[in-house]
Every structure is written in structure tokens, then in C-alpha cells.
């Protein structure tokens, strides 16, 4: 429902929001009258509920100039509103001042609009005609502060037209101003759905918007106002349960619980841990009771019965005394039965057990052998431990990404597949992980979000904490969406929307699990991304170096000169025909001497003239690349600066040589493209990207 001409009006004057002179008149006579009294050229407009986009059937007369001009134009409208027949809705004359644009400023657009996921946000771009033209547009959550909103507009072409663009004088400021008032109007008026500003023209005197609209909720309800992070009950039994217990196993077939105490014993947990059976005194060789209720002290429970049955086994685990549970039972509310998801929820809750789930692949810590999951990625020979966190909505993708990290050779501090996020959610996890010392990044598969906002709150506050937040999401097409739907029981909003808010948030977002991988390898080890843009690239190969030097160039990254004292130091090292000044060409000579490439790289490393080195070897086979990835392993670990490895040979041709630089922990990749957008995805947020 759209809002009166007046209510419009109020409603901006509220937010203070500047707005062109104008008068509203109900017949040509008055707009004859407004138009003497200001004086000046004037725009008369025809105003009506039924008329959304005025200039489209001529609404619109611009730059009318005198007494009798104004006449006409009024006249025109009164006829154009008996064309247009919109008596019934009613019409008026809208004459304002014209609105003179300050020189080489451009019409803005600022567009207001309820989103389901993360609430009243607001939308800047170029506006008018150019609102097609240049679909360029910066989104933040309402409300911004003014300087917000100048480092929004500054970010998008815009920004460029609106900051002195060909000497123009630079307004941003004065536009961020509006933008900011705007971004209230959502307080202003509570039911807002959508509203427009288009155009703000910015005048010598300041902008003003000269046209707006504001739709309303038809009915009034609940608006969703914002949350925030709210404080993460302890989650330490869940993660580092010191005793498990495994509900829903069975002493002659294998269910989900089977699989459990199966990888609990491959994977050597050090705890307690018991089953419940009913009759039997021993599953799979651990020690069973007939009842969860007989529980007594156990950190974390593995729930895996029926689903009708979850809630009284919750029940029982909470009465023997349970800190934790994992709910890895489905058919909740993914499958619609919100009732019976519900009340696991509830008695979880009243007996102050924490609950990961349902419909969960489970939880993993591999520092301490914790393994309650039934994901088949545990199946791997290598389950090292590590740095980087998983919280995935989709516990298959997210075993997928677990094992192709394990395969990498990424150390995982935490896995967890939240499920149907019935308590513990995302938000919740990360705020764990934020405060976790095991974990220095986190990756997290979205697949949609109820309560946006917490979810902002989450990733902003573990990103200045130093923790950088990787984020995939799916979910992004209608279709995609569809299938989410039905899969979490949560909604996916528009994806332009939550790729904004989560780069706002201070997010990484990724396009595809090999960039997420990609990524990922960057933060195995804390300092392994680039404190600064200067890259020094060591290569084998004079074409290496040229494609690699334009990759860097590509992501904004630097390719310094060396200086002559560093190139000096170089030439004492590699033969007199080698490039020298960056990109450093070791030439064939490598293949006389491999240890010229392990100087090479010290000296670079050593000097203070860059702050990382991209190695770039192409066909070097085993052994010689054995010797070569020694060397390069011996480097990066001296060095606090990370070393990242682009490597292009077939992978069976120098296994020996990766497989060095991947137990070391050095990022290595089969292609310099893939290289330098890992470098570029694990540079900090904001920095001169
Ligand atoms: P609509 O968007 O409904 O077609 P507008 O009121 O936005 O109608 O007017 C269309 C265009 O006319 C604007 O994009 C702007 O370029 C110009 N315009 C409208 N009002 C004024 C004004 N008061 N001063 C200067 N230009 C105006
Ligand atoms: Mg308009």
C-alpha cells in the first residue's frame, strides 16, 4: 500500500531528509498561484495512487517558466488526468522549485526495503535515468551513520562521479548526509516495506530529493526488529566432550550410531564412552547401559534414534545429568513437523543441555579425537588437526569440504553441521569459535538464514577478532532456494543482498567449494596472509612469471622494482642473464644448482621491500622438484612471510616434490590464477583491495 502524498511528506521531514520546494495543489487555478509565488522555473507534476511512474505518460512538465507557462502546464495535467482517467483515485498538481543539478553531478537513487532475512536495509546508486545504465549499487543494514554511507557511495561508480570526478566539486559527504536520514525512515515508519528516492539531484545548495515513494505493510504485524548477539552458553562438551554416549546403536545391524562408536574407535577418542541398548551389555565392543536415563556424568550424548523418540531420550539424558547433545536423527522440521523438533528443543533447554541439530552429520574436534559423526569423510587415512573451523549447514558438503581439506593437507579445528538449528545456531557457533583458540579461520555453508541480523552481528565480531569468516552460500536462484527450502526448513533470501551484508560484516564471500578450499589453504597457518600488497615472484620459468606478474596486477596486488641494492645481492647468486628486478627468473640454472632457489627466496624474504613471495614452478619433475620443494618448505618456515606455490606440472609427475610442500603446510596450487585469488580472498577485509 502506498502512502499519501502527505504521508510521504511527513515521513521524510521526520527522517530529515531534505526535499525540493514544493506545494501541492488541487486544481490549476492553485498551481498557477504556487507557481507565481515562487518565482522561479518550476516543475509541475501530476500526483495520483494510481500514477507509480509519472515521466512514462507525461506526468512530468520540467523548467516551466512564467506566469502563463505554468498556466498551460497546469492545464495539460488536468487534461492528461481526464486521459488517464483517474478521477476516482483523485489527482493533484504537484509544483516544485526546479531542482538545478550543481555541474557534472548525477541524479542518486537511495531505495529502502524490508528484506526477510536481515531487515530495513538500504540501496544507493546513480539514479534517474541512469538507474539502468549503471545497476552499480551499495547495500548496507538500516540505519548507516553518515560517514557509513560516504564509505558506501565511495565504493561504487557513483562514488567516482559524486568525488570530483573530471574537477567536479565533491559531494559525497553532503550525499551520505541524505543517505543516512533515509536509512531512519524504516524507524519512521515502523510498517515499511519499500520506499524510493529517485532522484536526489544535488544542487548548489545541497541535494534534495525531488520525487519519493513509501509502501506500507497492508496489514500491520510483526516487522522483525533487529537482534543481537546474545551470550553462547558454554560450549566445550560438545567440542571437547570428555565422555560420549551413543543412543541408536545396535548389536546386530549398523545404524547411524554404529557408524559413531566405529570412527570414535578408529580415530582413538581418549574419553569415556558407553552406548544404550536395551537388552545388550556391549555395542561393538563398548560397554552399554539399557537406558539413557542410566546414564550418570557424560559430557555429550549422540542421539540417534527415531524421531518420535528424540524428545524422551532427551529427557532421559537430561535427568542422568548430560551437558551436551548431537541430534543426528531426522524428520523435524526440514520434513515440516515443527512440533516434534520443537520439543526435543524444549527439553534440552529446560534440563540446560546444549543442542547441536537435529538432522546433524555430527560434530568433530580432530586435536582431541573427538569424532561424533557419521560422516564419511572420517573415513580418510589423514584427519590432521588444524587451525581452520567448518560450520556447515549442509553436513554432506560440509564432509566434502572436511575431506578435500584433510586432503590438502588443512588442519580442521572444529567441524560442525548445525542441522536444523532447533538452539545452536550458525551465530552461535561462530561466536563459540571467536573465542576459540584452536580455530583462526572459519568457513561457513549458508544456506539460509532466519535472523539476519545476529548473523552480522556473529561475523563482525569474529572478524575483529582476528578470525577470518569465509562464507559459501547457497541457495542463491529461486531454484536453488527451493531445494534449501525443503532441506533446512530455513528461507533464502536475495543472494546480492547477503553477499553486501556479509562483505560488510567484514565477510569473505566465495563462489565455489574449490575457492572456499583455495581459500582455506591461505589461513591453515595464521600468518600465512599477506600483511601488506607487495609481491615478489620467483619463478623457473620466464612465462611463469609474466602470467603470475599479471595475476597480481589483476588483484591490486604490487610487483615492486627491486631495489639495485637487493638486486646486487641477487646477481651474487644467479647468473648474469637472469631477470633480476621482480619478477626474479632463476633460470635453467636451477637445474645444475637447486640450491640458488632456496637463496634466492631468503634474500627476497629477508629484504623489507616486500611482504610476500608467490613461487611460480612449471614442468620441474620429480626428483628435482623434491629438491626444489625442500627448499621452498625450508624458506616458509623461517620466515614469517607467507610463501604461496603455484605449481603446473601433472600432479603424478612430481608427487614427491607436493606432497613435501603439503605436509609442510605451504599452500600449493596447480595454477597461478587459483594462487593469486586465494592470496586476494585471504587478504583482510577493507584493506586496499
Ligand atoms: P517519475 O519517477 O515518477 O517518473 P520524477 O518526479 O522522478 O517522476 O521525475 C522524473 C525526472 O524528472 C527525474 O528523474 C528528474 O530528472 C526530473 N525532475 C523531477 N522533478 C524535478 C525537480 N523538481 N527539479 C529538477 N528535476 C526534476
Ligand atoms: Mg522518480
Redesign the pocket.
Given at each position: 500500500m502506498q502512502l499519501s502524498y502527505d504521508e510521504v511528506a511527513k515521513a521524510l521531514t521526520a527522517a530529515g531528509v531534505p526535499v525540493?520546494r514544493e506545494r501541492l495543489a488541487p486544481d490549476a487555478a492553485a498551481a498557477v498561484a504556487a507557481g507565481d509565488e515562487f518565482g522561479v522555473p518550476v516543475?509541475l507534476?501530476l500526483v495520483s495512487p494510481a500514477l507509480?511512474?509519472?515521466?512514462?505518460v507525461g506526468a512530468?512538465i520540467?523548467d516551466v517558466r512564467g506566469h502563463d507557462a505554468v498556466a498551460g502546464a497546469a492545464g495539460r495535467l488536468t487534461e492528461l488526468a481526464s486521459i488517464l482517467q483517474i478521477d476516482d483515485d483523485g489527482w493533484q498538481i504537484l509544483v516544485?522549485?526546479?531542482?538545478v543539478p550543481a555541474a557534472s553531478s548525477t541524479?542518486v537513487f537511495i531505495g529502502l526495503k524490508r528484506d526477510p532475512v536481515f531487515g530495513p536495509i538500504v540501496v544507493v546508486g546513480a539514479?534517474?535515468?541512469l538507474v539502468e545504465l549503471m545497476p552499480d549499487r551499495a547495500i548496507a543494514a538500516c540505519p548507516v551513520t553518515a560517514p557509513e554511507a560516504a564509505e558506501m557511495i565511495r565504493g561504487t561508480v557513483l562514488g567516482t562521479l559524486l568525488g570530483g570526478f573530471r574537477g567536479g566539486l565533491d559531494v559525497v559527504d553532503d550525499v551520505a548526509a541524505v543517505v543516512a536520514a533515509a536509512s531512519r525512515l524504516p524507524e519512521v515508519v515502523g510498517d515499511l516495506v519499500e520506499a524510493d528516492l529517485?532522484?536526489v539531484?544535488v544542487t548548489e545548495r545541497g541535494p534534495v530529493a525531488?520525487?519519493a515513494r513509501i509502501a506500507v505493510a497492508e496489514e500491520t504485524g510483526s516487522v522483525g526488529e533487529p537482534a543481537f548477539r546474545r551470550p553462547v552458553p558454554d560450549l566445550t562438551p560438545l567440542f571437547e566432550p570428555r565422555s560420549v554416549a551413543v543412543i541408536g546403536a545396535s548389536a546386530s545391524v549398523v545404524l547411524p550410531g554404529n557408524r559413531v562408536l566405529g570412527y570414535l574407535r578408529r580415530h582413538e577418542y581418549r574419553g569415556r564412552v558407553v552406548a544404550v541398548h536395551p537388552t545388550a551389555s556391549d555395542v561393538d565392543g563398548f560397554a552399554a547401559v539399557p537406558s539413557a536415563a542410566d546414564l550418570g556424568d557424560i559430557d555429550l550424548a549422540c542421539i540417534a534414534v527415531s524421531a518420535d523418540r528424540c524428545a524422551e531420550v532427551m529427557e532421559q539424558c537430561g535427568v542422568a545429568g548430560v551437558r551436551a547433545a548431537v541430534v543426528l536423527s531426522s524428520g523435524f522440521s526440514e520434513v515440516g513437523d515443527h512440533e516434534l523438533e520443537r520439543r526435543v528443543a524444549e527439553a534440552a533447554d529446560r534440563h540446560g543441555i546444549v543442542l547441536c541439530g537435529p538432522n546433524t552429520v555430527g560434530v568433530m574436534s580432530p586435536a582431541q579425537r573427538v569424532q561424533v559423526s557419521f560422516s564419511q569423510s572420517q573415513d580418510m587415512l589423514r584427519t590432521p588437526a588444524g587451525s581452520v573451523a567448518i560450520v556447515a549447514q549442509s553436513g554432506a558438503l560440509g564432509g566434502s569440504v572436511a575431506s578435500q581439506a584433510w586432503e590438502r593437507g588443512i588442519g580442521i579445528s572444529r567441524f560442525v553441521s548445525v542441522g536444523n538449528q532447533a538452539s545452536l545456531t550458525v551465530a552461535d557457533y561462530l561466536d563459540h569459535l571467536a573465542a576459540d583458540d584452536a580455530t583462526h579461520a572459519v568457513a561457513i555453508i549458508l544456506e539460509g538464514v532466519t535472523d539476519g541480523r545476529r548473523l552480522l552481528a556473529s561475523i563482525e565480531h569474529a572478524t575483529r577478532a582476528g578470525k577470518p569468516v569465509l562464507v559459501l552460500k547457497t541457495g542463491r536462484t529461486e531454484v536453488g532456494a527451493r531445494a534449501v527450502q525443503s532441506h533446512t526448513g530455513s528461507i533464502a533470501g536475495d543472494y546480492t543482498v547477503y553477499e553486501a551484508l556479509l562483505a560488510r560484516a567484514g565477510a569473505t564471500t566465495v563462489d565455489s567449494l574449490t575457492e572456499l578450499l583455495d581459500a582455506l589453504s591461505m589461513h591453515r597457518v595464521a600468518s600465512r596472509v599477506p600483511s601488506g600488497a607487495r609481491m615478489a615472484i620467483v619463478s623457473t620459468s620466464g612465462g611463469a612469471c609474466s602470467m603470475t606478474a599479471d595475476l597480481c596486477t589483476r588483484y591490486g596486488l604490487q610487483v615492486p622494482t627491486l631495489s639495485d641494492g637487493l638486486q646486487a645481492e641477487l646477481a651474487t647468486v644467479l647468473p648474469g642473464y637472469a631477470a633480476l628486478a621482480n619478477p626474479v627468473d632463476v633460470t635453467g640454472r636451477v637445474t645444475t644448482d637447486p640450491s640458488i632457489f632456496g637463496r634466492t627466496m631468503a634474500m627476497l624474504l629477508d629484504s623489507d621491500e616486500i611482504d610476500a613471495v608467490a613461487v611460480s614452478i612449471t614442468t620441474v619433475a620429480d626428483p628435482m622438484a623434491e629438491q626444489i620443494a625442500a627448499q621452498i618448505v625450508e624458506q616458509a618456515q623461517r620466515s614469517a612471510k607467507p610463501v604461496i606455490v603455484a605449481w603446473t606440472i601433472a600432479a603424478e609427475l612430481a608427487p614427491e616434490g607436493l606432497g613435501i610442500l603439503r605436509d609442510a603446510g605451504v599452500p600449493v596450487f596447480d595454477d597461478p590464477a587459483r594462487a593469486l585469488r586465494a592470496v586476494d580472498l585471504g587478504r583482510p577485509r577493507g584493506t586496499d583491495r
Amino acid at each position: 500500500m502506498q502512502l499519501s502524498y502527505d504521508e510521504v511528506a511527513k515521513a521524510l521531514t521526520a527522517a530529515g531528509v531534505p526535499v525540493v520546494r514544493e506545494r501541492l495543489a488541487p486544481d490549476a487555478a492553485a498551481a498557477v498561484a504556487a507557481g507565481d509565488e515562487f518565482g522561479v522555473p518550476v516543475v509541475l507534476k501530476l500526483v495520483s495512487p494510481a500514477l507509480v511512474h509519472k515521466s512514462d505518460v507525461g506526468a512530468v512538465i520540467l523548467d516551466v517558466r512564467g506566469h502563463d507557462a505554468v498556466a498551460g502546464a497546469a492545464g495539460r495535467l488536468t487534461e492528461l488526468a481526464s486521459i488517464l482517467q483517474i478521477d476516482d483515485d483523485g489527482w493533484q498538481i504537484l509544483v516544485q522549485e526546479m531542482a538545478v543539478p550543481a555541474a557534472s553531478s548525477t541524479e542518486v537513487f537511495i531505495g529502502l526495503k524490508r528484506d526477510p532475512v536481515f531487515g530495513p536495509i538500504v540501496v544507493v546508486g546513480a539514479g534517474g535515468k541512469l538507474v539502468e545504465l549503471m545497476p552499480d549499487r551499495a547495500i548496507a543494514a538500516c540505519p548507516v551513520t553518515a560517514p557509513e554511507a560516504a564509505e558506501m557511495i565511495r565504493g561504487t561508480v557513483l562514488g567516482t562521479l559524486l568525488g570530483g570526478f573530471r574537477g567536479g566539486l565533491d559531494v559525497v559527504d553532503d550525499v551520505a548526509a541524505v543517505v543516512a536520514a533515509a536509512s531512519r525512515l524504516p524507524e519512521v515508519v515502523g510498517d515499511l516495506v519499500e520506499a524510493d528516492l529517485n532522484p536526489v539531484v544535488v544542487t548548489e545548495r545541497g541535494p534534495v530529493a525531488v520525487d519519493a515513494r513509501i509502501a506500507v505493510a497492508e496489514e500491520t504485524g510483526s516487522v522483525g526488529e533487529p537482534a543481537f548477539r546474545r551470550p553462547v552458553p558454554d560450549l566445550t562438551p560438545l567440542f571437547e566432550p570428555r565422555s560420549v554416549a551413543v543412543i541408536g546403536a545396535s548389536a546386530s545391524v549398523v545404524l547411524p550410531g554404529n557408524r559413531v562408536l566405529g570412527y570414535l574407535r578408529r580415530h582413538e577418542y581418549r574419553g569415556r564412552v558407553v552406548a544404550v541398548h536395551p537388552t545388550a551389555s556391549d555395542v561393538d565392543g563398548f560397554a552399554a547401559v539399557p537406558s539413557a536415563a542410566d546414564l550418570g556424568d557424560i559430557d555429550l550424548a549422540c542421539i540417534a534414534v527415531s524421531a518420535d523418540r528424540c524428545a524422551e531420550v532427551m529427557e532421559q539424558c537430561g535427568v542422568a545429568g548430560v551437558r551436551a547433545a548431537v541430534v543426528l536423527s531426522s524428520g523435524f522440521s526440514e520434513v515440516g513437523d515443527h512440533e516434534l523438533e520443537r520439543r526435543v528443543a524444549e527439553a534440552a533447554d529446560r534440563h540446560g543441555i546444549v543442542l547441536c541439530g537435529p538432522n546433524t552429520v555430527g560434530v568433530m574436534s580432530p586435536a582431541q579425537r573427538v569424532q561424533v559423526s557419521f560422516s564419511q569423510s572420517q573415513d580418510m587415512l589423514r584427519t590432521p588437526a588444524g587451525s581452520v573451523a567448518i560450520v556447515a549447514q549442509s553436513g554432506a558438503l560440509g564432509g566434502s569440504v572436511a575431506s578435500q581439506a584433510w586432503e590438502r593437507g588443512i588442519g580442521i579445528s572444529r567441524f560442525v553441521s548445525v542441522g536444523n538449528q532447533a538452539s545452536l545456531t550458525v551465530a552461535d557457533y561462530l561466536d563459540h569459535l571467536a573465542a576459540d583458540d584452536a580455530t583462526h579461520a572459519v568457513a561457513i555453508i549458508l544456506e539460509g538464514v532466519t535472523d539476519g541480523r545476529r548473523l552480522l552481528a556473529s561475523i563482525e565480531h569474529a572478524t575483529r577478532a582476528g578470525k577470518p569468516v569465509l562464507v559459501l552460500k547457497t541457495g542463491r536462484t529461486e531454484v536453488g532456494a527451493r531445494a534449501v527450502q525443503s532441506h533446512t526448513g530455513s528461507i533464502a533470501g536475495d543472494y546480492t543482498v547477503y553477499e553486501a551484508l556479509l562483505a560488510r560484516a567484514g565477510a569473505t564471500t566465495v563462489d565455489s567449494l574449490t575457492e572456499l578450499l583455495d581459500a582455506l589453504s591461505m589461513h591453515r597457518v595464521a600468518s600465512r596472509v599477506p600483511s601488506g600488497a607487495r609481491m615478489a615472484i620467483v619463478s623457473t620459468s620466464g612465462g611463469a612469471c609474466s602470467m603470475t606478474a599479471d595475476l597480481c596486477t589483476r588483484y591490486g596486488l604490487q610487483v615492486p622494482t627491486l631495489s639495485d641494492g637487493l638486486q646486487a645481492e641477487l646477481a651474487t647468486v644467479l647468473p648474469g642473464y637472469a631477470a633480476l628486478a621482480n619478477p626474479v627468473d632463476v633460470t635453467g640454472r636451477v637445474t645444475t644448482d637447486p640450491s640458488i632457489f632456496g637463496r634466492t627466496m631468503a634474500m627476497l624474504l629477508d629484504s623489507d621491500e616486500i611482504d610476500a613471495v608467490a613461487v611460480s614452478i612449471t614442468t620441474v619433475a620429480d626428483p628435482m622438484a623434491e629438491q626444489i620443494a625442500a627448499q621452498i618448505v625450508e624458506q616458509a618456515q623461517r620466515s614469517a612471510k607467507p610463501v604461496i606455490v603455484a605449481w603446473t606440472i601433472a600432479a603424478e609427475l612430481a608427487p614427491e616434490g607436493l606432497g613435501i610442500l603439503r605436509d609442510a603446510g605451504v599452500p600449493v596450487f596447480d595454477d597461478p590464477a587459483r594462487a593469486l585469488r586465494a592470496v586476494d580472498l585471504g587478504r583482510p577485509r577493507g584493506t586496499d583491495r
